[in-house]
Every structure is written in structure tokens, then in C-alpha cells.
């Protein structure tokens, strides 16, 4: 039985992995969720497993929800809050792994305490591993918790590399779907606007992550992902748009064979896989018809109309406090594009003005990563005023 510490569980990832995690009841228990806010889900999500915790934001949340389900005599949960909260459920010798879907880089604090806790981290929170990849590398080693990537495209790559050794591995191929602008002409960008640039053509998901798909953000994200998950240069992670997004991603060996991992586009896979792994739950989802997906195609990626795909290589390249720093001010931008306050363009326009203006340093421990994440959202701020 592995017992789950679902963070992020009202979110599109948190309720998969709370169905997943009932259709396994032999295998699997949510012993503590997490949310932003209380809400009718979490509160169905409460009564529905009677959780040892169930951790908010806030303390007001966190004494609302007690409230609203103080009068349900046989809950036996324990409403916490903030990051003491975290770490008190964390510590509970009967968690075994933290399901980090927590959006955006809220979820940073989540992966550290977890991993500095011992518990394996199935993190589909890819903002923490981009703003902390190497201290929370040097956490999970000090501790031998295991991190388990639940962002599709990371857990195709963490299926393939299974097929080979590391040294052997020539390089990552990440695929993209595109989003919904991949066909658009770049003179149309300055007319998109947030409604249009939520509509993803192939998965359901939060805001942010969408927008991030639109921008090409997301795929940006995922390349410091990928170098910090599996220990690979920046110039061996190549990106390959793929509309039909029935590749997941792909890994290149040096004797010339490539391993696919295909399926469905449904986060279940993924989720499953983490939870299971190294087995795999029978009967997870649908498999893929080949007959019935028809032809898949490919094509190199345009970086000049989506330019996060090279800002984020460079804020890679760069290091130290640098990806940070990018992944940071494009959640900053995101929020303000999805507010109406600027255009699609710009949010990668000020991204690269952050970056220029921003002076890295080494990151040795967390408060090192908040300190860029403060700086980001400062010189951020000095973007607007003028
Ligand atoms: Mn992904």
C-alpha cells in the first residue's frame, strides 16, 4: 500500500490522481490533500477518503474548512496550514510519496520539504525542479527519496531511459503538441487574446500550464526540466513538434535506435506510472488505436516566432540563479496577460528584459532560490512603472 500526500488535489492533475488513486484501493490511499483554497471538491475530496490532514495556504482556510466539516462526526482530519502544516504531514511516518500538483511555483516549498523528509516526490510540479533542479537533486540524494516525474513528456523520457544505460544515450527528443497558435501567422500574434490562447487543442489543464503551451513557455520549461531530471546538456534535448501528441517524447541511443513511449493523451498514464512504478496498474486506460490515431507528423520547432524555446535555453545555459529567474517572470507575465494587462508578445518580450537585467548568483540553499524569485517579480515590477 502506498500511501499518498496529494498536493494540489482540486487542480485537472489532482483529480486524475484522486481517481487513479480510487480505482487502486487496494494499492493506493490518500491519507492528506492539499489545496489553494476550500472549496466544494475538496470538500467532497475530504468526505469522500477522511484523510489524516488536509493542509491550506491560509489559516483562515484551513479553520473554515475545519468548521464546515466539524459537523461530519466520523472525520478524523487534521486541517493545517502554510509550510509548518506541510512539513507536519510530510513527517508522518505513514506518508510514503507526495504527489506535487501544486501550479506554478507555489508548489517550490512542497518539493524541498518533501524530499528533505525522505518521502518520494511524484512531481508534476515542473516549476520547482527549473527554479531548484540541483538543490533538490543534492535533497533527494542526501535523504535516497526518489523523484518521479509526472509531466508526461519527462515520465516518456524516464520510461525510455530504461531501455538503455546513460552512457549510451545520445539524446532527449521532447515533443510538443504546439498549442493553438503553432499555424498562426506571427503578424496575427498581436490580436490573441487570453480566451483564445486557453483553448489547447489537445489537453485539458490549468491556466497557467495553457498559456505556457500556447507561448511555448511550457516546452521551454520542460528542457531545464529535463536537464535537471536526468543529468543531460542542454544541447543533447532537442524539441520536435508533434500536433498529434500521441508521442509523448522520445530518447536517441548512440548505436542510431530511438524508443518512443506513445499513448493517449491522458494524464492518467503518467500519474499511474509514477504511483506504480517500477510496476504498472493493469487496466489504467484505454490503449492507444493506431488504426483509429492515422498519420503523426513532426516538424522542428520555429524559435523566432515562439522565442521562450531559445530564452529558456540560454537561462539554462546561464545557470545559477537563472532559470529561476525566467520561470518566475513568465509566471509573473502569464498573470498579467490573463488580467488583460498586456499583450501575448509582450510576455516574452519582458521575460528577456528581466533576464538581461538580472545579475545571477549560485544557488546553494532554498532561501537562495526565493531570493531570485524575489528579485524576479522586483524587476518585473520596474517593467510596468515605466
Ligand atoms: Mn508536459
Known amino acids: 500500500m502506498r500511501n499518498i500526500f496529494l498536493a494540489g488535489s482540486t487542480g485537472s492533475i489532482g483529480k486524475s490522481a484522486f481517481e487513479v488513486a480510487l480505482s487502486y484501493p487496494e494499492k493506493l490511499c490518500v491519507r492528506a490533500v492539499a489545496a489553494g483554497h476550500f472549496s466544494a471538491e475538496l470538500k467532497r475530496q475530504i468526505l469522500d477518503v477522511n484523510p489524516s490532514y488536509c493542509v491550506l495556504p491560509l489559516k483562515s482556510e484551513s479553520d473554515r474548512a475545519g468548521d464546515a466539516l466539524k459537523r461530519f462526526g466520523n472525520i ?4 493545517l496550514s502554510g509550510d509548518e502544516g506541510f512539513k507536519e504531514a510530510i513527517e508522518d511516518g505513514d506518508i510514503n510519496v507526495v504527489l506535487n500538483a501544486v501550479g506554478g511555483s507555489a508548489g517550490l516549498m512542497l518539493s524541498y520539504l518533501s524530499l528533505v523528509a525522505g518521502k518520494d516526490l511524484a512531481l508534476a510540479n515542473k516549476e520547482s525542479m527549473v527554479m531548484a533542479g540541483g538543490i533538490l537533486n543534492r535533497a533527494a540524494s542526501a535523504s535516497k527519496a526518489k523523484i518521479i516525474p509526472v509531466d508526461s513528456e519527462h515520465s516518456a523520457l524516464f ?3 530504461g531501455c538503455g544505460k546513460k552512457t549510451d544515450v545520445k539524446k532527449l527528443i521532447l515533443t510538443a503538441s504546439g498549442g493553438p497558435f503553432y499555424n498562426m501567422n506571427k503578424t496575427e500574434f498581436q490580436k490573441i487574446t487570453p480566451v483564445m490562447a486557453l483553448n489547447h487543442p489537445k489537453w485539458k489543464m490549468g491556466k497557467k500550464i495553457t498559456i505556457d503551451s500556447s507561448t511555448l513557455a511550457n516546452k521551454g520549461l520542460e528542457i531545464i526540466e529535463a536537464h535537471y531530471l536526468f543529468d543531460i546538456d542542454e544541447k543533447d534535448i532537442e524539441v520536435l513538434i ?3 501528441a500521441v508521442i509523448h517524447s522520445m530518447v536517441e541511443f548512440k548505436d542510431g535506435s530511438v524508443i ?8 492518467k498514464g503518467p500519474i499511474g506510472y509514477a504511483l506504480s512504478y517500477p510496476y504498472r496498474f493493469h487496466g489504467l486506460m484505454k490503449p492507444l488505436n493506431f488504426a483509429e490515431a492515422g498519420s503523426i507528423e513532426f516538424f522542428a520547432p520555429d524559435a523566432e ?8 535555453r540560454e537561462a539554462l545555459r546561464t545557470g545559477k540563479s537563472m532559470p529561476a529567474v525566467f520561470c518566475e517572470a513568465n509566471e509573473f507575465f502569464v498573470n498579467l496577460f490573463l488580467g488583460e494587462k498586456i499583450s501575448f508578445e509582450r510576455i516574452s518580450q519582458n521575460v528577456e528584459k528581466v ?4 545579475k545571477p548568483f549560485g544557488l546553494m540553499t532554498i532561501e537562495d532560490v526565493i531570493e531570485a524569485k524575489n ?5 518585473s515590477k520596474t517593467l510596468l512603472s515605466r
Open 76 to 79: 478524523k482530519t487534521k486541517f
Open 159 to 161: 520510461q525510455c531511459l
Open 242 to 244: 508533434h500536433p498529434q
Open 260 to 267: 518512443a513511449q506513445m499513448g493517449r493523451p491522458d494524464m
Open 305 to 312: 516566432k515562439f522565442p521562450f524555446l531559445n530564452l529558456a
Open 355 to 358: 533576464m538581461q537585467k538580472h
Open 375 to 379: 528579485q524576479a517579480v522586483s524587476i
